[in-house]
């Protein structure tokens, strides 16, 4: 059994005190639910959870939470249904369809498609790549840095990869010279790094895309909890994001985009609803939405994401942003104060204040980052993420094979979260650890764990292990 070496009872550090500049981060721009729950210490007492895993699945937005419990007595199946139930249900279901094309300033044609997430939608779309005689008409295109959602869905069909620069502008460059050589019929690329929250220039790929006779689609699952998006503006084909990834429950996920290709495309799931006419030899299939939505649909995942779109749309983008860049500049410098912590990036031009998202990725010399992430959860109430996430290839490029830690956040996020992450980070530093760790199953997890979940909570030894981070 792997453990962890005891250092004395660290003292917490002072967090520094807050510029000015950050004073718009000291409370939430927005409720949401779960804000205030208490998380138990190993040591003893509570603390109010501090969520710095709103990249992961943000927590739904009390005004979605409210908008759940209103819609949810009216549940029930959707385009099958006369009774008074079934009619509102598919009312709000075809409804959010339109709020979710507005929210990404989709065009009046664009196909609005339903799936279980970001991944699914780009799988969908991968199905859909034009054929002649039975061979793709050409390759997808796509970088290095990708979450495995917006890589591996493409390696099933033709396809190239190519290495990002060190920086924006050079990649910009490769990605020119790559679509020079002819024979690519679509570029995938991530609207913002799910790992270090450089936002990518759409707009310019978009256009080197069409320059080359290609359509683009854009991973959003992490732009679009933070950034207005417009694809009718940035001449964008594609666009997959997810609703767990934007205030919303249930794990819904969007596809949205031109409808030729869609509409010629493979249906993505064989059922229900997805036929004109089934026949025991053969079908004749659906256009539209329906082609790919086959059996019942999320309909309150569907409706949630549509309501926190709303919401999101309805943010002030101004306070917007300096909520969040305010957040992310007091934990980056506070950081980068603290002797043996490295803060990562994947491109030297990149923009601190304008080019990045609410998400921060480091590392502490001398301590494996999933027991970095397991002592900040026992012993300070602090969640982040740690090991790989899901973009392998991204993290060998950064020298980080075994993994590195990701504080994320938002919306209902305030400064005093970014300060008790730096306080524990500074205190490991100082002190060391003030509990006796060990790996269970993969993960590391404090010795002689004595705290309990809510009753409701199936307290199961081991679940820590469930994706260990080796492999995560």
Known sequence: MTTATVSPQPVIAEAAVPHARHAAAGRPLA??????IQAPLISGGHVRYANLDYGASAPALSVVSAYLNEILPYYASVHRGAGYASQISTSVY???????????????????????????????L?????????????????????HHANLLPWQGVPHRSIVAADTITGTLEAVRAELGQGGVSLVAVTGASNVTGEIL????????????????????AQLAPHRRIDISADDVDYLAFSGHKLYAPFGAGVLVG????????????????????????????????????????????????ARASQVIAGLDQERWHAHESAIRSFLVEG???????????????????TDTIGVVNFSVEGYDAGLVAA????????????????AHPLLKRLGLPSGSLRASFGVGSRLE????????????????????????????????????????????????????????
């Open 31 to 36: 409720a949401v639910t779960g804000a205030e």
């Open 201 to 220: 220039p759409i707009r310019a790929l978009a256009a080197l895309a069409h320059e080359h006779g290609a359509r683009i689609v854009v991973d959003a």
């Open 375 to 390: 002592y900040l959860s026992a012993e300070h109430g602090v969640g982040l993420r740690d090991g790989r996430f899901c």
């Open 417 to 472: 979260d970014a300060e008790r992450l730096l306080a524990g980070i500074q205190a490991l530093r100082s002190n060391g650890l003030g509990w006796d760790y060990v790996v269970d199953a993969g993960r590391w997890v404090p010795a002689n764990d004595t705290r309990t979940y809510p009753h409701w909570a199936p307290n199961t030894p081991g679940t820590a292990g469930a994706a260990p981070c080796i492999d995560d």
């Open 258 to 305: 031109r409808p030729d290709w869609l509409d010629a495309g493979v249906p993505h799931l064989a059922g229900g609803g997805a036929v004109k006419e089934a026949r025991l030899d053969g079908v004749s299939w659906a256009t539209g939405p329906a082609r790919h939505e086959g059996g019942s649909p999320n309909v309150l995942g569907a409706a949630t994401l």
């Open 94 to 124: 075809e409804n959010a369809r339109s709020i979710v094309r507005d929210f990404v300033g989709g065009r009046p044609d664009d196909s609005v498609i339903f799936t279980r997430n970001t991944t699914d939608s780009l799988n969908l």
């Open 335 to 353: 950081l980068q104060r603290i002797d043996g912590v490295t803060v990562h990036q994947i491109f030297k031009d990149t923009n601190p204040e």
């Open 126 to 146: 991968a199905g859909c790549l034009p054929v002649t005689d039975g061979r793709h008409d050409g390759e997808v295109l796509y970088l290095d840095i990708e």
